[in-house]
């Protein structure tokens, strides 16, 4: 049974996610400072936490701070839940860059959050296999800290869902179609939508020199390797 850490201090909220997720089978802690959902995180060890940004005591920030400053919960994924406005997107891009798996602004939909939550705890080993690094052409990836580096130059450290979808295309030689995409990272919920959204924000990740790397074919995607108008050799580890 997997172990959800809420830290949230709305009381009501916290009542909606607890009936939604325990329905699911999951069971559920929860915290409604900041300094209380930090102490919560090392006391229980949960596999995966969702946080608020505005906390008392201790903000959400401070938080995520001290998550990823501790080896013991540094690698627990985080969504976090923000009411900060639709057109912060500054904020959504300096709490990605500290390691959170997920942003969701609020109101958000409890069956949304359950699907998140479910979509994340299904993750697999390989995304975060400590040991594994990735290379194809002079792109290599690290699932470890989500980087992506190209002729050892740090180009990017990706949000949960866009660093899925560079792994997957990059353990496949040629074209992906967006329904294996779809699946691979999102499920059997996943849509063409989804994986569009996600590779219009992967290559803005990459940026303008590097973006072409992520190409659209008849079909679907296929990485390019070494040259963005070729694709590159098969991968392996490091």
Request: hydrophobic share 40%.
């Amino acid at each position: 049974m997997a172990r959800i850490l809420s830290i949230e201090d709305d009381p009501d909220l916290q009542q909606l996610f607890s009936f939604a997720l325990q329905k699911e089978g999951y069971q559920v802690h929860y915290a409604f400072t900041g300094k209380e959902g930090y102490e919560k995180a090392l006391q229980f060890n949960p596999d995966l936490i969702l946080l608020d940004m505005m906390l008392p005591i201790l903000s959400g920030v401070e938080v995520l701070k001290l998550l990823m400053k501790n080896k013991t919960t540094r690698e627990i994924p985080v969504i976090v839940m923000t009411g900060y406005p639709q057109d912060a997107n500054f904020v959504e891009s300096a709490i990605r860059s500290m390691g959170v798996i997920e942003y969701v602004r609020k109101p958000v939909r409890i069956s949304d959050m359950v699907s998140l939550i479910r979509r994340t705890l299904e993750v697999k080993a390989p995304r975060t296999d400590p040991d594994l690094t990735l290379v194809r052409g002079d792109v290599r990836i690290d699932p470890k800290y989500r980087s992506v580096w190209v002729s050892d130059n740090l180009v990017a450290i990706l949000p949960g869902k866009r660093f899925e979808v560079l792994f997957y295309l990059f353990q496949r030689r040629g074209e992906v179609s967006w329904q294996d995409l779809a699946k691979a990272v999102w499920g059997k919920d996943g849509t063409k939508n989804d994986v569009e959204k996600a590779v219009q924000r992967l290559r803005e990740d990459l940026g303008p020199e590097h973006a072409a790397r992520v190409a659209t074919t008849e079909n679907g995607y296929q990485l390019m390797g070494s040259d963005p108008d070729i694709g590159g050799p098969d991968i392996g580890p490091e």
